[in-house]
């Protein structure tokens, strides 16, 4: 059971928008701003779509934004194409000294 | 070409030992942290460990502490994972990734460069 909790599965149709949340608590996703999210397709490596919450590398879509509410931060993704279909994985560094991985949510486009 | 190159994966036996390497380029390798995280066939990702750039400093999760080794050779751009007393459960997808935020943890660590990984299965 991963220590962040994300949906399993979400979907949308070409052009909308959809927010895939990821849980976790005080001593993570609460604590600091350190939430990353990457995505990854099938037999790829994960590729970095938001840092520190609400930060976009260079060369990724605008169309993906991130945001934080409490111990809840969202990925969204608007405008949805056929290319965005994967998997997408939350992170985020801990009171710790370690970083955790959310479950996992399989993003389809309808 | 900025890339991470994994190596050294293959099937052990339960309790057998396996080292990883990482073989960077295209980029100052000594000027950033490094880390490895897996993936368990059709599994989520789990980070495993993190080095400083000299280093000096290394963290580790608890599902491999005192079984997993981190460490790198700045004079041949290569980060290494030393795993030993290997269990069923470390059967995985294992990927070098780099923090680029600079040489130093720090706290909030991501990832902007990844490789394309390397298996590791540990079946008798």
């Known amino acids: 059971q991963s220590a962040l909790t994300q949906p399993a599965s979400v979907s949308g149709s070409p052009g909308q928008s959809i927010t895939i949340s990821c849980t976790g608590t005080?001593?993570?996703?609460?604590?600091?701003?350190?939430v990353s999210w990457y995505q990854q397709h099938p037999g790829k490596a994960p590729k970095l779509m938001i840092y520190?919450?609400?930060n976009r590398p260079s060369g990724v879509s605008n169309r993906f934004s991130g945001s934080k509410s409490g111990n809840t931060a969202s990925l969204t993704i608007s405008g949805l194409q056929a290319e965005d279909e994967a998997d997408y994985y939350c992170s985020s560094y801990t009171s710790s000294s370690t970083l955790e991985f959310g479950g996992g949510t399989k993003l389809t486009v309808l | 070409e900025v890339q991470l190159l994994e190596s050294g994966g293959g099937l052990v036996q339960p309790g057998g030992s396996l080292r990883l390497s990482c073989a960077a380029s295209?980029?100052?390798?000594?000027?950033?942290?490094m880390s490895w995280v897996r993936q368990a066939p059709g599994k989520g990702l789990e980070w495993v460990s993190a080095?400083?750039?000299?280093?000096?400093?290394?963290y580790y999760a608890d599902s491999v502490k005192g079984r997993f080794t981190i460490s790198r050779d700045n004079s041949k751009n290569t980060l290494y994972l030393q795993m030993n007393s290997l269990r069923a459960e470390d059967t995985a997808v294992y990927y070098c990734a780099k923090d680029p935020r600079g040489q130093q943890l720090g706290t909030g660590w991501y990832f902007d460069l990844w490789g394309r990984g390397t298996l590791v299965t540990v079946s008798s």
């Open positions: 005080s001593s993570d996703v609460g604590g600091y701003n350190y």
């Open positions: 295209g980029f100052t390798f000594s000027s950033y942290a």
């Open positions: 080095i400083s750039g000299s280093g000096g400093s290394t």
């Open positions: 520190e919450v609400s």
